[in-house]
């Protein structure tokens, strides 16, 4: 009796909380998009500190302490930009991060040493303006060293030179011939491997015996496979590839000959769904020791009785997917980071020989992880028949039925949406709308076939499966077809203005986050280190303006030029440093919507490039997105900000009036 009674209780607990549900606390802006509290721990290969980025007078920075202490140390004290990667060199003495001006995205490499007491000073050790670094390889052995990329003799070309991160010397130790793309070191650190674009697009694998020795074609690939060298086998003779070449579909892990051209395949998803998305090695004896699948969660497959036991004691941690951000020198002890819709990056130190975890932190422990809400995925049937998989998110406690809804369209296009913690999803649905997330075809992962079914369909058919996905979520009774919306940034704001030119019927507003409004002037302003690979991606894909009737397809595609077919409210963020997608892009569309005589709302963003970096901009544009969502949708708004937020939205507003593009105006 007692019994049925505690059952009874509890029942009408459960009730009550379903009905209080639709006014669920409303999550403060700043939560999702303010610094973290703290993020990015590593560990120090000598496994003595704990490394890890903080808020410093309002930019994220570098901090350390040891194990065991909370005396914390300032390693970097950027106040202009923050520091969003960073990592150690292998003996433990220094820390290196890449940094850029304004989102221009020409990174340099810095380093600050460990020794000493209070911040030291930063290191720039490739000051050289206009000149991009990359990182190709941090050799475990060569603690001094490491290989970069750089364009400094062609702008257009990354050669590959030793860096001595002590005294700032340069090696150069191969010379890009014009399309090299990466290389690859052996077992003894030479680079003996590079991949290369043919002029055709083909990816090429270009190989020599030696350093002194000239590189010779091996293989190439056909522009509709994707073929990625990731690193050497000890043997020195093979490497391993994700590679969809010949008859299947999804990309696989192989070994290639380098001598034979025999291929080899070591794994391939298990289910036959999706693509290799990653592998993992062990650089202590090279074995293979995981291999990761993306279907609609994430699947880790062990190949070795030591990982296998790995992933059993971190399953028991958490049931987010792990990530080892870092680890010893000998691979003992890893920094664990877990991704999941609901609790994102709960951190962890994980200690392989006893299998034991400590927890460091929550980036955000601000967030209450039964606030969130959790991520669904689901899949229709496009107009071709084509399978399309995507995500839901809806309103926490409130029946999927009849709600407003916002399509969140992905950057890329070729990139994917994928199961794990979305602060843009989060942010939408506590506020009362249902967050649709669509895998359009060209999405990377889901096969050759699926990626290649988007080659000239931009505005075509990528843009059929957004509108049947909105049409198979109002069929299902979960959007109200009067109240949708679409936003995204990169291919994702291009997306937003095609939805709202050329389906405007479908949406009630858009909001255009750095994307292109000119597929003509986007591919015309590309960075000159872009152009040796532009025939594989975006000439195959999109169009070759330089050639007359791709560029006539191209401007059918562009919405610039049929601005005339805009119905719905539209709200536009763009970052005046973007090298990928200008400034221009933005300033032409407000222009032309201005001299039609309709109301743009436009931010711009004086130091940022493709996408906001700096929390005061962030927050100013997620203010504004909220508010415009808000009248639009009639979703939830938060009902003030800090006055410094206000103030940051007001500077960042754009007086369109005063916006001009020249005297030649849009290219058509």
């Not at 990625?228 to 290639?256: A, E």
Request: hydrophobic share 35%.
């Amino acid at each position: 009796m007692f019994r049925n009674r505690l059952l009874l209780v509890a029942a009408t607990c459960v009730l009550a909380a379903c009905a209080e549900a639709p006014e669920t606390a409303l999550i403060p802006l700043d939560h999702f998009f303010d610094n973290p509290e703290i993020a990015g721990a590593q560990i120090s290969p000598d496994g003595d500190w704990l490394s890890y980025l903080k808020p410093y007078e309002g930019k994220l920075n570098i901090y350390v302490r040891r194990f065991g202490s909370e005396d914390e140390r300032l390693m970097t004290m950027d106040t202009v930009r923050p520091v969003r990667g960073y990592f150690w060199s292998t003996d433990a003495s220094k820390l290196l991060y890449v940094q850029d001006k304004g989102g221009n995205e020409n990174f340099h490499v810095y380093a600050v040493p460990l020794e000493g007491e209070g911040t030291p000073e930063a290191r720039n050790l490739t000051p050289f303006d206009g000149v991009r670094a990359i990182i190709f390889d941090v050799p475990r052995d060569l603690p001094n060293k490491i290989l970069i990329g750089l364009n400094r003799r062609d702008p257009s070309a990354f050669d590959a030179y030793w860096l001595d991160i002590e005294t700032g010397d340069l090696e150069l130790v191969a010379e890009n011939p014009g399309r090299f793309s990466g290389v690859l070191t052996d077992s003894e650190n030479k680079v003996r491997v590079a991949s290369a674009q043919g002029p055709g697009g083909q990816t090429e694998i270009h190989y020599r015996e030696t350093e002194e020795d000239d590189w010779q074609l091996v293989a190439s690939y056909p522009a509709e496979e994707s073929v990625f060298p990731l690193r050497f086998h000890p043997d020195g003779r093979r490497i391993y590839m994700s590679s969809n070449h010949g008859d299947t579909d999804l990309q696989q892990l192989v070994l290639f000959d380098l001598s034979t051209g025999e291929t080899e395949v070591v794994d391939r998803d298990p289910e036959g769904e999706v693509d290799l998305a990653g592998a993992a090695f062990s650089d202590v004896n090279d074995e293979l020791l995981a291999t990761v699948y993306v279907a609609d969660t994430v699947r880790i497959y062990a190949k070795t009785p030591q990982m296998e036991r790995d992933l059993t004691n971190l399953r028991q941690i958490h049931d987010g997917t792990p990530n080892a951000s870092s680890s010893t020198l000998d691979e003992q002890v890893w920094i664990i980071s877990f991704d999941s819709p609901t609790d994102p990056g709960a951190t962890y130190r994980y200690d392989r020989a006893t299998g034991e975890a400590e927890f460091l932190f929550r980036p955000r422990p601000w967030l209450n992880p039964e606030q969130l809400a959790d991520m669904r995925p689901v899949s229709f049937p496009a107009r071709d028949d084509l399978t399309i998989h995507g995500y839901l998110t809806t309103p926490l406690g409130v029946e999927p039925v009849d709600l407003p809804m916002v399509l969140l369209v992905h950057g890329g296009p070729w990139a994917r949406d994928a199961w794990g913690y979305d602060p843009e999803a989060q942010l939408l649905a506590n506020r009362g709308y249902a967050v649709l997330q669509v895998n359009y075809r060209g999405s990377t992962g889901y096969g050759k076939g699926f990626y290649n079914a988007a080659v000239k369909e931009w505005a075509g058919a990528m843009h059929d499966d957004l509108i049947d996905g909105v049409q198979w979520a109002i069929d299902q009774g979960i959007a109200d077809p009067d109240k949708v919306a679409i936003y995204g940034g990169s291919y994702g704001g291009y997306a937003t203005l095609v939805g709202v030119t050329f389906t405007p019927e479908y949406f009630a507003c858009g909001v255009d986050y750095v994307g292109p409004s000119s597929l003509i002037t986007l591919i015309e302003s590309f960075p000159p280190y872009w152009r040796p690979f532009l025939e594989r991606s975006w000439f195959r894909h999109v169009g070759d303006p330089a050639d007359p009737e791709d560029r006539e397809d191209l401007r059918k595609r562009s919405p610039l030029f049929f601005v005339d077919q805009i119905e719905d409210p539209l709200l536009i963020a763009q970052g005046a440093n973007d090298p990928r997608v200008t400034k221009r892009e933005a300033d032409q569309l407000a222009i032309a919507l201005r001299d039609r005589g309709i109301k743009v709302d436009y931010l711009l963003a004086e130091n940022e490039g493709h996408g906001f970096a700096n929390a005061d901009n962030r927050l100013a544009l997620y203010r504004s997105m909220e508010q415009f969502f808000g009248e639009c949708l009639g979703g939830r708004v938060q009902d003030s900000v800090a006055p410094d937020i206000e103030a940051r939205i007001t500077e960042m507003k754009v007086d369109v009036d005063t916006l001009s593009i020249g005297e030649s105006g849009p290219t058509e």
